[in-house]
């Protein structure tokens, strides 16, 4: 309004005030105008509306009438002329869907009205009018009449195609148009009530409008009215007020010079007087009282480096009138200069020549010196940027690039001379390495979310050559001092050495490195795939399990450079004889596995049979060593019944494990009823199970007690420690249920670590809650794989240093067989534990057959006499002579002997007689957990 009201020409007699008073009358006039428009608007809609309806309902009556005239005459032109008509309620159906949805688009609307032959000048106003009034009740009918009345369109629409195809297929007999002409005439008396009806309420809804426009425009009017009243007596009080504001703003200024922060200065230069401000004394250090002097005396204040520049820039804004605005050094009454910034404006006689120049200055030397810093600042950044190994792209906020630091010129291409003012898109051209589309989504988030964003794969960035390069990316907003977004910062560098490099780590991750072929772990995968075909898709498949004969012998002869060999050639011959599509892995040493998608059996057991002939006629030769090599092959067929990973593997497993039981080189097929296999799969569930309880620690430590046969005194501590194992349940299970298989499958060395590990722990346990307690001796049973392992012997001395027990209170049982498998181990290991104090016991002794033989070299302490021959030395006069025997031999190596298996007193007395120096057995004492209370004179806590 204040805009308008210098417009008011100047002939007219206080125009302004007289505008001041009746703006608010024209205000209404304007509303009220609008308003009358829009109404205007609404019912030239809702004339179309109307319009529209004639147009639909024609178009309908027509569509019919040419439809059932082309079912009759068969004439492609009646066809046409159905189709064109049909095209009008078609395309308002079009209009209203689009119109119904939460985000419209608003073209495909307006060509559906098109199509409707709605007039072009209509299409805003029917548009508006549907979106704005869908939802208002009579709006709301008329809409659900027209969607009634499209569904008969669409009925409409299909019978036409049907008759059209009966009719091009050359099929349309009178009795097979007859029932779509019946249905014609159907939809013709159900559509002609709906349209009548439409047009019906479309009429209402019209008349509805145009009441509630004419009650909007008076209610509008009464209200306008007294508000322009208002308004007015508002208006022209501030105009009698304005000229009051004008005399007090005079009086402002004049205090604004006065108290302003800028000191105030005016040059006449007629007269040669300056006024300067008492701000303009302060800013220089003077007091209020003070004065500056001439204008010769306040130029010689100008630090030397400056009198030239603002003579020039004064001597320009005199005589050519350009801006006098110059940033200047003056003189402190500190004696230091200080930045100041002048700004002033001349006034001028007629001709041009300046007699007047008033202005300000203002103090910057703060701004100076933040600028100076904000430079410094740049710079050190800008090096940086210059130094980093990432690449660097700053935009402005409508993405236009501003700077390329040198390695962003590197890896895009481009100068960042070049780049600068160039959209980004141009310059850092990035694409999906998926989709190879372009992939700008990051950096658009940034500039619309102002978030910082990441992404650090899938990005190729084309260089300006043509090239491209893996990238990775990270765009954060650049904001301005009120927190806006300014620009973009993009970072982002080549990552195809990593990409490579990862790329490598996969394929090595599933692939065997010496053969090339696929691992266990990617075999297991793709088995486990087949498996699940097998069941969603009725396929048959096998599983064949190679293991190779004779290959520990090439690996122990000739070295692992044969055996790598070895596995190389015999990989590529398998690979040879195998069908396309069959897939071999190998499965870790010296086995393979095969899985055949889609065999039968009886093809399966051919093949198996193929591949072991192929390795059993491959000849190997080493540095002039021929070596024959067989193979093993366990064969499982796959069928449509359930079936997991683990029990496929294993069944493979145990068949493959059959064929070497049976004489090797040959081909074993797994049966579900075939006993020797499931004795072979007990054993490999005991694995599992075993594995299972060490994780949980479900393994538990019994003691039983041996006595001596030769003391009087109170017996003393000496027990032999046995391993018991908790099953799911937590019942006990015996050593003789899980121990073959633990010794079959290697897992004997982690019982025995357990073994002594949980065996020094206790000991150091109980021995400091009872130190008074009467310990001899606990025996800890070891596996022969153990006594062959050059590493437990360390693992035993770290045991014993961190449980800090005696090596003297244990001695360590081996069986005889596993000390003559290892002897040279077995004698290594037990003189180096002898010689820290531990004792060593022979178990089983007797049971081979030249015990005697090999007694002489091991360094033991005790002879366990095996417990066969004890518990019927009673009635075998022969067992009783070989305790005998054993007893004297073992006394006259200076050992003493211990007798297992003694289950009765009359067992006992007669080992007393033979002199044997040890029992033990249920009929000495049973096992109880070790250090508990139910065993007496054991290593336990003190009762007291």
Not at 28 to 35: G, K, N, P, W, Y
Not at 239 to 247: G, I, K, M, V
Not at 865 to 879: S, Y
């Given at each position: 309004?204040?805009?308008f009201?210098?417009?008011?020409?100047?002939?007219?007699?206080?125009?302004?005030?007289?505008?001041?008073?009746?703006?608010?009358?024209?205000a209404?006039?304007?509303?009220?105008?609008?308003?009358a428009?829009?109404?205007?608007?609404?019912?030239?809609?809702?004339?179309?509306?109307?319009?529209?309806?004639?147009?639909?309902s024609?178009?309908?009556?027509?569509?019919?009438?040419?439809?059932?005239?082309?079912?009759?005459?068969?004439?492609?032109?009646?066809?046409?002329?159905?189709?064109?008509?049909?095209?009008v309620p078609?395309?308002?159906?079009?209009?209203?869907?689009?119109?119904?949805?939460?985000?419209?688009?608003?073209?495909?609307?307006?060509?559906g009205?098109?199509?409707?032959r709605?007039?072009?000048?209509?299409?805003?106003?029917?548009i508006?009018?549907?979106?704005?009034?869908?939802?208002?009740?009579?709006?709301?009918?008329?809409?659900?009449?027209?969607?009634?009345?499209?569904?008969?369109?669409?009925?409409?629409?299909?019978?036409?195609?049907?008759?059209?195809?009966?009719?091009?297929?050359?099929?349309?007999?009178?009795?097979?148009?007859?029932?779509?002409v019946?249905?014609?005439?159907?939809?013709?008396e159900?559509?002609?009530?709906?349209?009548?009806?439409?047009?019906?309420?479309?009429?209402e809804?019209?008349?509805?409008?145009?009441t509630?426009?004419?009650v909007?425009?008076?209610?509008?009017?009464?209200i306008?009215?007294?508000?322009g009243?208002t308004?007015?007596?508002r208006?022209?009080?501030r105009?009698?007020?304005?000229?009051?504001?004008?005399?007090q703003?005079?009086?402002?200024?004049?205090?604004?010079?006065?108290?302003t922060?800028d000191?105030?200065?005016?040059?006449?230069?007629?007269?040669?007087?300056?006024?300067?401000?008492?701000?303009?004394?302060?800013?220089?250090?003077?007091?209020?009282?003070?004065?500056?002097?001439?204008?010769?005396?306040?130029v010689?204040?100008?630090?030397?480096?400056?009198q030239?520049?603002?003579?020039?820039?004064?001597?320009?804004?005199?005589?050519?009138?350009?801006?006098?605005?110059?940033?200047?050094?003056?003189?402190?009454?500190?004696?230091?200069?200080?930045?100041?910034?002048a700004?002033?404006?001349?006034?001028?006689?007629?001709?041009?020549?300046?007699?007047?120049?008033?202005?300000?200055?203002?103090?910057?030397?703060?701004?100076?010196?933040?600028?100076?810093?904000?430079?410094?600042?740049?710079?050190?950044?800008?090096?940086?940027?210059?130094?980093?190994?990432?690449?660097?792209?700053?935009t402005?906020?409508?993405?236009?690039?501003?700077y390329?630091?040198?390695?962003?010129?590197?890896?895009?291409?481009?100068?960042?001379?070049?780049?600068?003012?160039?959209?980004?898109?141009?310059?850092?051209?990035?694409?999906?390495?998926?989709?190879?589309?372009?992939?700008?989504?990051?950096?658009e988030t940034?500039?619309?979310t102002?978030?910082?964003?990441?992404?650090s794969?899938?990005?190729?960035?084309?260089?300006?050559?043509?090239?491209?390069?893996?990238?990775?990316?990270s765009?954060?907003?650049?904001?301005?001092?009120?927190?806006?977004?300014?620009?973009?910062?993009?970072?982002f560098h080549?990552?195809?050495?990593?990409?490579?490099?990862?790329?490598r780590l996969?394929y090595?991750?599933?692939?065997?490195?010496?053969?090339?072929l696929?691992?266990?772990?990617?075999?297991?995968?793709?088995?486990?795939?087949?498996?699940?075909s097998?069941v969603?898709?009725?396929r048959?498949?096998?599983?064949?399990?190679?293991?190779?004969?004779?290959?520990k012998?090439?690996?122990?002869?000739c070295?692992?450079?044969?055996?790598?060999?070895?596995?190389?050639?015999?990989?590529?011959?398998?690979?040879?004889?195998l069908?396309?599509?069959?897939?071999?892995?190998?499965?870790?040493?010296?086995?393979?596995?095969?899985?055949?998608?889609?065999?039968?059996?009886?093809?399966?057991?051919?093949?198996?049979?193929?591949?072991?002939?192929?390795?059993?006629?491959?000849?190997?030769?080493?540095?002039?060593?021929?070596?024959?090599?067989?193979?093993?092959?366990?064969?499982?067929a796959?069928a449509?019944?359930?079936?997991?990973?683990?029990?496929?593997?294993r069944?493979?497993d145990?068949?493959?494990?059959?064929?070497k039981?049976?004489?090797?080189?040959?081909?074993?097929?797994?049966r579900?009823?075939d006993?020797?296999?499931?004795?072979?799969?007990?054993?490999?569930?005991?694995?599992?199970?075993?594995?299972?309880?060490l994780?949980?620690?479900?393994?538990?430590?019994?003691a039983?007690?041996?006595?001596?046969?030769?003391r009087?005194?109170?017996?003393?501590?000496?027990?032999?420690?046995?391993?018991?194992?908790?099953d799911?349940r937590?019942?006990i299970?015996?050593?003789?249920?899980?121990?073959?298989?633990?010794?079959?499958?290697g897992?004997?060395?982690?019982?025995?670590?357990?073994?002594?590990?949980?065996?020094?722990e206790?000991?150091?346990?109980?021995s400091?809650e009872?130190?008074?307690?009467?310990?001899?001796?606990?025996?800890?049973?070891?596996?022969?794989?153990?006594?062959?392992?050059?590493?437990?012997?360390?693992?035993?001395?770290?045991?014993?240093?961190?449980?800090?027990?005696?090596?003297?209170?244990?001695?360590?049982?081996?069986?005889e067989?596993?000390?003559?498998?290892?002897?040279?181990?077995a004698?290594?290991?037990?003189?180096?534990?002898?010689?820290?104090?531990?004792?060593?016991?022979?178990?089983?002794?007797?049971?081979?057959?030249?015990?005697?033989?090999?007694?002489?070299?091991?360094?033991v302490?005790?002879?366990?006499?095996?417990?066969?021959?004890?518990?019927?030395?009673?009635?075998?006069?022969?067992?009783?002579?070989?305790?005998?025997?054993?007893n004297d031999?073992?006394?006259?190596?200076?050992?003493?002997?211990i007798?297992?298996?003694?289950?009765?007193?009359?067992?006992?007395?007669?080992?007393r007689?033979?002199?044997?120096d040890?029992?033990?057995?249920?009929?000495?004492a049973?096992?109880?957990?070790?250090?508990?209370r139910?065993?007496?004179?054991?290593?336990?806590?003190?009762?007291?």
């Open positions: 309004m204040t805009r009201v210098r417009w008011i020409p100047p002939l007219i007699p206080g125009g302004k005030r007289l505008l001041t008073i009746v703006w608010p009358f024209l209404i006039v304007v509303f009220l105008v609008l308003l428009l829009i109404s205007i608007d609404i019912l030239s809609a809702g004339r179309a509306y109307v319009g529209g309806e004639g147009l639909w024609k178009a309908q009556k027509d569509s019919i009438y040419y439809l059932i005239r082309y079912a009759a005459s068969k004439s492609e032109e009646d066809y046409l002329k159905f189709r064109r008509a049909i095209a078609l395309g308002d159906r079009q209009a209203r869907i689009e119109l119904e949805k939460r985000s419209p688009n608003l073209e495909i609307a307006r060509e009205l098109l199509s409707g709605t007039h072009p000048d209509d299409l805003p106003g029917v508006r009018l549907f979106l704005t009034m869908r939802d208002v009740s009579y709006m709301q009918r008329v809409v659900a009449l027209w969607t009634r009345g499209d569904e008969y369109v669409v009925e409409l629409n299909r019978l036409g195609d049907r008759i059209h195809g009966l009719i091009s297929a050359g099929d349309a007999s009178a009795a097979s148009l007859k029932p779509h019946r249905r014609l005439h159907e939809l013709n159900l559509i002609t009530p709906l349209s009548d009806e439409f047009s019906y309420t479309l009429g809804a019209n008349r509805a409008l145009r509630g426009l004419l909007i425009i008076l209610a509008g009017a009464m306008m009215v007294p508000a009243i308004l007015s007596r208006m022209l009080k105009s009698e007020a304005f000229e009051s504001a004008l005399r703003s005079e009086e402002r200024f004049k205090l604004a010079v006065s108290g922060n000191g105030v200065w005016d040059w006449d230069m007629l007269t040669d007087k300056v006024y300067y401000s008492p701000r303009f004394r302060q800013l220089l250090g003077f007091e209020r009282e003070e004065t500056v002097g001439s204008i010769t005396e306040f010689s204040r100008l630090h030397p480096e400056d030239a520049h603002t003579q020039g820039v004064l001597q320009s804004h005199l005589r050519h009138g350009r801006p006098f605005d110059v940033e200047l050094r003056l003189l402190h009454t500190t004696e230091e200069y200080r930045w100041f910034r700004r002033g404006q001349s006034v001028r006689k007629a001709d041009g020549r300046a007699i007047r120049i008033a202005g300000a200055i203002s103090d910057i030397t703060d701004k100076k010196l933040a600028d100076a810093q904000l430079f410094a600042e740049k710079e050190r950044a800008q090096v940086t940027l210059a130094s980093i190994g990432d690449a660097v792209i700053t402005d906020s409508t993405g236009q690039v501003d390329l630091n040198p390695m962003a010129e590197v890896l895009s291409g481009w100068q960042s001379v070049e780049a600068k003012g160039q959209p980004l898109e141009t310059v850092f051209r990035v694409i999906n390495e998926t989709t190879r589309e372009a992939a700008f989504d990051s950096i940034v500039l619309r102002g978030r910082t964003v990441t992404t794969s899938n990005s190729v960035l084309t260089r300006r050559d043509g090239t491209e390069i893996s990238i990775s990316k765009a954060a907003p650049i904001r301005d001092r009120h927190g806006q977004v300014a620009g973009i910062v993009l970072v080549d990552v195809s050495h990593e990409r490579q490099y990862a790329a996969s090595q991750a599933s692939h065997d490195a010496l053969t090339g696929i691992n266990r772990h990617e075999f297991e995968h793709r088995l486990s795939m087949a498996l699940k097998a969603q898709f009725h048959n498949h096998c599983l064949l399990y190679i293991d190779l004969d004779q290959f012998l090439v690996n122990d002869t070295g692992h450079a044969a055996g790598d060999d070895l596995m190389r050639r015999v990989s590529a011959l398998l690979r040879e004889r069908r396309e599509g069959d897939l071999l892995a190998r499965l870790g040493g010296d086995e393979f596995g095969v899985l055949l998608e889609s065999c039968p059996l009886e093809h399966a057991i051919r093949i198996a049979n193929d591949l072991r002939q192929s390795i059993k006629d491959f000849r190997f030769s080493w540095m002039a060593m021929p070596f024959t090599v067989g193979a093993s092959i366990g064969v499982v796959i449509e019944g359930a079936i997991s990973l683990e029990e496929a593997l069944a493979a145990a068949a493959c494990y059959m064929a039981e049976k004489g090797r080189n040959r081909v074993h097929v797994y579900s009823d006993s020797e296999v499931s004795t072979r799969q007990g054993e490999m569930e005991w694995v599992a199970r075993i594995q299972r309880a994780d949980e620690g479900r393994f538990r430590l019994f039983q007690e041996i006595v001596s046969l030769r009087v005194s109170p017996r003393t501590t000496h027990c032999e420690l046995l391993l018991r194992m908790l799911e937590g019942e299970i015996l050593p003789g249920a899980f121990i073959p298989a633990a010794e079959r499958y897992l004997m060395p982690a019982l025995d670590r357990w073994v002594v590990r949980t065996a020094f206790t000991y150091s346990r109980l400091a009872n130190p008074k307690a009467p310990v001899e001796t606990c025996s800890v049973n070891l596996s022969g794989t153990s006594i062959g392992d050059e590493t437990f012997l360390s693992f035993v001395q770290t045991e014993a240093a961190v449980a800090r027990v005696p090596y003297s209170a244990f001695c360590f049982e081996v069986t067989t596993a000390a003559v498998a290892n002897l040279s181990k004698v290594h290991f037990i003189s180096q534990l002898r010689a820290l104090g531990c004792k060593f016991s022979l178990d089983d002794f007797g049971a081979g057959m030249s015990s005697f033989g090999y007694l002489k070299h091991l360094p302490d005790y002879l366990k006499i095996d417990g066969g021959f004890v518990k019927d030395m009673l009635d075998d006069p022969i067992d009783r002579a070989m305790v005998e025997a054993i031999i073992g006394h006259v190596m200076g050992k003493k002997t007798a297992e298996f003694v289950e009765n007193e009359q067992t006992l007395e007669a080992l007689q033979i002199g044997v040890y029992a033990q057995g249920y009929g000495v049973k096992p109880a957990p070790f250090g508990s139910d065993m007496p004179l054991l290593l336990r806590p003190s009762e007291s």
